[in-house]
């Protein structure tokens, strides 16, 4: 099993920055990839961004040049520095870490945090 927590939503304005951490435990050694998504009430979850074990990253159109994924592979940690924050940005955000197809490829996900961006 693999625990995912993540930290660092709140309120901002538009134009201002926030930078969420997800930190992975228990059996760590079986993610690969990670990534964040984000869901509005009523809507699907999306992709955000994702970056992979040897640090390759993509990212959603609407958030290219605004955010950037990173990842502490010691620390077990991804995050997600969000910068020029827009109002359409405000969701809940999650954590994912898919595992390798070894290990059954299955993802996990974390319990959410909300980020509010304020016009």
């Known amino acids: 099993q693999v625990q995912l927590v993540e930290s660092g939503g709140g309120l901002v304005q538009a134009g201002g920055s926030l930078r969420l951490s997800c930190a992975a435990s228990?059996?760590?050694?079986?993610?690969?990839?990670m990534g964040w998504h984000r869901q509005v009430s009523g809507k699907q979850r999306e992709l955000v961004a994702g970056?992979?074990?040897?640090?390759?990253?993509n990212y959603a159109d609407s958030v290219k040049g605004r955010f950037t994924i990173s990842r502490d592979n010691a620390k077990n940690t991804v995050y997600l520095q969000m910068n020029s924050l827009k109002p359409e940005d405000t969701a809940v955000y999650y954590c994912?870490?898919?595992?390798?197809?070894?290990?059954?490829?299955?993802?996990?996900w974390g319990q959410g945090t909300q980020v509010t961006v304020s016009s």
């Open positions: 228990g059996s760590t050694f079986r993610v690969n990839a």
């Open positions: 994912r870490a898919d595992t390798w197809q070894i290990y059954g490829g299955l993802p996990y």
């Open positions: 970056i992979t074990s040897g640090g390759s990253t």
